[in-house]
Nanobody
């Protein structure tokens, strides 16, 4: 069993930055990939970015060049640095674990989810 806790969401103006963190606990040795998803009201959930066990990273086209996923200094923590934020980035962001990263920034064989953290970007 894996528990995931997201943090770092908030309100930011267009063009600003936020850093999200995903802290994993429990049976973390079985984690192969960690991804960020997001879902806006009335929209389908979409993959944002993913990092796998060897450090390869993947991004959705909509965030490539603006967002960066990485291992945080804290153990079992993955961070998402979000720069040049746009109003269309407004959503609840979820951390998830799976077996593999997908090209579009999600995961295949997703196993566990966090509760989400809200990001609001104002115009």
């Amino acid at each position: 069993q894996v528990q995931l806790v997201e943090s770092g969401g908030g309100l930011v103006q267009s063009g600003g930055s936020l850093r999200l963190s995903c802290l994993a606990s429990g049976s973390t040795s079985n984690i192969r990939a960690t991804a960020w998803f997001r879902q806006a009201p009335g929209k389908e959930r979409e993959g944002v970015s993913c990092i796998n066990s060897i450090g390869s990273t993947y991004y959705a086209d909509s965030v490539k060049g603006r967002f960066t996923i990485s291992r945080d200094n804290a153990k079992n923590t993955v961070s998402l640095q979000m720069n040049s934020l746009k109003p269309e980035d407004t959503a609840t962001y979820y951390c998830a674990t799976g077996q593999f990263c997908t090209v579009g920034g999600g995961t295949a064989g997703r196993n566990f989810w966090g509760q989400g953290t809200r990001v609001t970007v104002s115009s």
